[in-house]
């Protein structure tokens, strides 16, 4: 059976200089993006106040609407097939509700195990109110690891392909919504062969990638350019169609620095084959029960509370377009009004709601990267290079770890610059 993933793409305009960035003009089931953009992440964990605030956002209109989740504790299973069973409360744990199911919204879940075997007869229900809560649908992703962990689980390429065509002869009856298949960063090379592979035959050109809160350094790069060459190998004239959807990438570096100024992660998607750019996950971490007492300590602050705070200033940091850096949040004033009052709703959430200022965050730099995008966007239709503007940035320009992150995204510009016009594509950046 045939697959339609109701998706259609309009015109490609590749920049010359970082062969990772291509302006794609696409239709996702009604919805038209002119890639690369960046969801923003609107999850009902957010205040309704603020929430309602990014909803109110022009950008959104440019761009989807983001909710992530990784399902691994067995207490996250239990609650979620008790909630699919009784049919109730299965928004709260997607953290969307009626309003954001009417908005461009995307739910991407990855399972530490196969859901349709850890959830029994209740598989198909996750799916009906996954396509029922999304705008965009994405079929979940099951983490891969060369063996069983906590979080990820050792399977056969055959067993993955398996999975998926089940999900999808479920998302796909009576459908027209685009459908995306997943595809793990960490997959072997022949399971990420034989995956793709299949994808090719069957013509599933939209594939969202799963960095599993990982940073983008060039190792990830690597992957990365494997995997598209793979991608261009094996559906040939039709790579062109495919779309690509990065979720779940790192935000900044986990470590505690005494400096304001962060490096960037999420920021790179875009040059490193990321049409579309999820919001950013910082992967699960924990500390051990021995060490509950002290671990700040051990980390150079002399309180849990001054290390909370740190904590809370790296998560809730915002993006400079200036230099490309992320910034401690209350040293950063955003022109913008709208970002403005936003980042000062963050900053009044305090320590204590780290976790929630952090989504805010999400939204506050989605909507910076969305609108330097549209920037950059500019200089591929004017001149067909970008890598001159990006050298430019701090980050990029006096950095050790910037300057090499620059030389893996960009090639050898090609004599003379395109004599395309600027189109006016839309008027990101606010007075």
């Known amino acids: 059976m045939r697959i339609e993933l109701h998706t259609e793409m309009e015109e490609v305009i590749p920049a010359k200089d970082v062969p990772g960035f291509k302006i794609k003009r696409i239709n996702l089931g009604g919805i038209e993006l002119e890639t690369p953009v960046r969801p923003l992440y609107t999850g009902t964990d957010i205040p309704s106040r603020i929430r309602k605030e990014i909803l109110s956002l022009k950008d959104k209109k440019r761009t989807l609407l983001e909710v992530n989740r990784t399902i691994y504790r067995d207490r996250s299973y239990a609650s979620l097939e008790r909630a699919l069973e009784w049919g109730e409360d299965v928004k709260e744990y997607f953290k969307v509700n009626e309003d954001l199911a009417r908005e461009n919204l995307a739910i991407v879940l990855s399972f530490s195990r196969f859901p349709n075997i850890a959830l029994g007869n209740s598989f198909e229900e996750l799916l009906d109110y996954l396509h029922a809560y999304s705008r965009v649908v994405f079929v979940p992703h099951v983490r891969f690891s060369s063996k069983n962990a906590k979080t990820s689980l050792r399977y056969s390429a055959p067993e993955f392909i398996k999975y998926v065509e ?94 304001i100024k962060l490096t960037p992660s999420d920021v790179l998607g875009p040059f490193v084959y990321g049409d579309i750019v999820g919001s950013p996950w910082k992967g699960i971490v924990g500390f051990s029960q021995e060490d509950a007492e002290s671990y700040w300590e051990k980390k150079g602050f002399s309180s849990k509370e001054e290390y909370n705070l740190a904590l809370f200033k790296r998560d809730a940091s915002v993006l400079d377009i200036g230099t490309y850096y992320y910034w401690h949040p209350d ?40 609108r330097e995008l549209g920037i950059i966007k500019k200089h591929v239709e004017s001149e067909g290079l970008i890598a001159s503007y990006l050298s430019e940035k701090e980050f990029f320009k006096e950095t050790d770890e910037g300057k090499g992150l620059l030389q893996k995204i960009i090639s050898t510009p090609k004599q003379g610059a395109s004599e395309r016009k600027t189109k006016s594509l839309f008027d990101f950046m606010k007075k």
């Open 331 to 370: 040293v950063v004033r955003i022109s913008d009004s709208s970002l403005e009052r936003l980042r000062e709703d963050m900053l009044s959430l305090g320590p204590a709601n780290r976790d929630k200022a952090e989504k805010v965050s999400n939204a506050i730099n989605g909507t910076i990267h969305l």
């Open 166 to 259: 089940k999900s999808l002869k479920i998302l796909s009856e009576r459908n027209a919504k685009s459908l995306f298949v997943p595809l793990d960063i960490n997959f072997d090379k022949k399971t990420r062969s034989e995956v793709i592979l299949h994808y090719a035959k069957n013509g599933y050109t939209n594939i969202w990638i799963d960095l599993k809160g990982q940073a983008i350094t060039p190792s990830q790069i690597a992957k990365l350019r494997g995997t598209l060459r793979v991608i261009e190998r094996a559906f040939g004239r039709e790579s062109q169609q495919v779309v690509i959807y990065l979720a779940n990438a790192k935000k900044v570096p986990r470590g505690l620095t005494m400096d």
